[in-house]
C-alpha cells in the first residue's frame, strides 16, 4: 500500500517562504503523476499545482509566479517551494496520486500565513 508523507508546513508571515515535501513510499512514483491540494477552513479543496511524471508542471492562477512545483525521482520526493506567502495561502497541504485504480492522499502539513 503506498503512502504518501508531507512535511515542512509551519507558521510564517506574509511575504515569507516555506518548502513543503512529500515522500512517496512505493516503487512506481516516477511513472505518477503528482499533485498538491489546500483546503483552507470553510472553503472547497483547491488544487494548487501538479506536476506530471515527465515534469511538466501547472498551477493554479492564484499561485502563478509564487509557487514551483518539482520532483526528485531518486528520492520519491515531490517539493512545493512556496515564495510571497499571504494570508489566504493558510490552509491544510496534502500531496496526491493516481495509481490507476484509486486516488491516494497524504495528512498533510499545516500552513498558516499570518498577516
Known amino acids: 500500500q503506498v503512502q504518501l508523507v508531507e512535511s515542512g508546513g509551519g507558521l510564517v508571515q506574509a511575504g515569507g517562504s516555506l518548502t513543503l515535501s512529500c515522500t512517496h513510499s512505493?516503487?512506481?512514483?516516477?511513472?505518477?503523476?503528482m499533485n498538491w491540494y489546500r483546503q483552507a477552513p470553510g472553503k472547497q479543496r483547491e488544487l494548487v499545482a501538479a506536476?506530471?511524471?515527465?515534469?511538466?508542471?501547472n498551477y493554479a492562477d492564484s499561485v502563478k509566479g509564487r509557487f514551483t512545483i518539482s520532483r526528485d525521482n531518486a528520492k520519491n520526493t515531490v517539493y512545493l517551494q512556496m515564495n510571497s506567502l499571504k494570508p489566504e495561502d493558510t490552509g491544510r497541504y496534502h500531496c496526491?496520486?493516481?495509481?490507476?485504480?484509486?486516488?491516494?492522499w497524504g495528512q498533510g502539513t499545516q500552513v498558516t500565513v499570518s498577516s
Open positions: 512505493g516503487s512506481r512514483f516516477s511513472i505518477n503523476d
Open positions: 496526491a496520486t493516481f495509481n490507476g485504480l484509486s486516488s491516494i
Open positions: 506536476i506530471t511524471r515527465g515534469g511538466s508542471a
